[in-house]
Nanobody, 120 residues
C-alpha cells in the first residue's frame, strides 16, 4: 500500500555533497516515522538517521555533524543532506518508513535504494 521512492544518489568526490530524497505515496497514514539506512558491499545494513512525526532526529555517530535528515510533511517526503562525504560513506542508501504502536512495530516499508559512491 505504501511506496517509497529514493532519488539523488550518484558519484561524488571526497568532501562533496549530495541530497537524497524519499517520496512516500499510497497509504501514508500507516507511517509515523521515517529514516535512512545504508549498506556497503560485503557489510551489514546500518542505520544512518531517523526522524519522528514530532521532528525528533537521531544520527549514527559516524555521520553526526555531516548529515542532516529533514522532512516535508505536506508532501510526505524525507531528505538526507550529506556533506563532507568520505569514501567510507559509499553504500546503497535505503529509505525506510514504519508505523509503531507503542513498542510494537506494525508496518514497515522500504524503498528500492539509491547508490552513493564517494571516490576520487
Amino acid at each position: 500500500q505504501v511506496q517509497l521512492v529514493e532519488s539523488g544518489g550518484g558519484l561524488v568526490r571526497p568532501g562533496g555533497s549530495l541530497r537524497l530524497s524519499c517520496a512516500a505515496s499510497g497509504s501514508i497514514f500507516s507511517i509515523n516515522a521515517m529514516g535512512w539506512y545504508r549498506q556497503a558491499p560485503g557489510k551489514q545494513r546500518e542505520l544512518v538517521a531517523t526522524i519522528t512525526p514530532g521532528g525528533s532526529t537521531h544520527y549514527e555517530d559516524s555521520v553526526k555533524g555531516r548529515f542532516t535528515i529533514s522532512r516535508d510533511n505536506a508532501n510526505y517526503t524525507v531528505f538526507l543532506q550529506m556533506n563532507s562525504l568520505k569514501p567510507e560513506d559509499t553504500a546503497v542508501y535505503y529509505c525506510r518508513g514504519w508505523y509503531r504502536e507503542g513498542v510494537v512495530l506494525r508496518y514497515e516499508y522500504w524503498g528500492q535504494g539509491t547508490q552513493v559512491t564517494v571516490s576520487s
